[in-house]
């Protein structure tokens, strides 16, 4: 079965500055994608970005990218110039396999101090 | 377009009472999914359906019905509510169960059984 960690519970980073949230997968399936979802205190889970396995290319979505390892099965979300409104948790999720579900981590939750 | 609704946004059950989520979504998607969400923990899927009267399982469906009577609403029904069901609960549709779709997310409803 496919799982996703981060292993990260709590981050925190300064404003305009730059934070990296890890997050690990196992599959055993050569095709599927990974996302890295935001929930801020809202509630209102938001997506962020999404990667292809098959792209070597890492996703970029403004100051939102990705590093993202096959090999490793890694998948980390870079937020350059952090702001205010970046606080949330943030959800990696891995979509695959044979029943092609979203599977979720736990989550890290992210403060931005000013 | 709205996107997902939830109804209601909060409600607290006594143990043993029955109560109805309800969830619509305005974007015409074959698919909509109900997930729960408990403290420290990623979302975990309870039911999903592929269209208008077809239902399936998810990870965590003890305790929980669903229906698919239109393709714009997907209630969750809980029976006999217990403390264990005391979560945040998630709606979710997407066009499609193709593995680059989005799932969209409605606000969620927390319930607490007492």
């Known amino acids: 079965a496919q799982t996703v960690t981060q292993s990260q519970p709590e981050m925190s980073v300064q404003e305009a500055e730059t934070v990296t949230l890890s997050c690990t997968y196992d599959t055993s399936e050569s095709d599927y994608y990974l996302f890295w979802y935001k929930q801020p205190p809202s509630r209102q889970m938001i997506l962020v970005i999404r990667?292809?396995?098959?792209?070597?290319q890492n996703a970029t979505e403004n100051r939102f990218s990705v590093n993202f390892q096959k090999a490793a099965k890694s998948f980390s979300l870079k937020i350059s110039d952090s702001q205010l409104g970046d606080a949330a948790m943030y959800f990696c999720a891995y979509k695959g396999g044979a029943t092609n579900k979203l599977i979720f981590g736990t989550g890290t939750l992210l403060a931005v101090q000013p | 377009n709205a996107g997902v609704t939830q109804t209601p946004k909060f409600r607290i059950l006594k143990i043993g009472q029955s109560m109805t989520l309800q969830c619509t979504q305005d974007?015409?998607?074959?698919?909509m999914y109900w997930y729960r969400q408990d403290p420290g923990m990623g979302l975990k899927l309870i039911y999903y359906s592929v269209g208008a009267g077809i239902t399936d399982k998810g990870e965590v469906p003890n305790g929980y019905n669903v229906s698919r009577s239109t393709t714009e609403d997907f209630p969750l029904r809980l029976e006999l509510a217990a403390p264990s069901q005391t979560s945040v609960y998630f709606c979710a549709s997407s066009y499609s169960a193709d593995r680059a779709d989005e799932q969209f997310f409605g606000p969620g409803t927390r319930l607490t059984v007492l």
């Open positions: 990667q292809e396995a098959y792209k070597q």
């Open positions: 974007m015409n998607h074959n698919y």
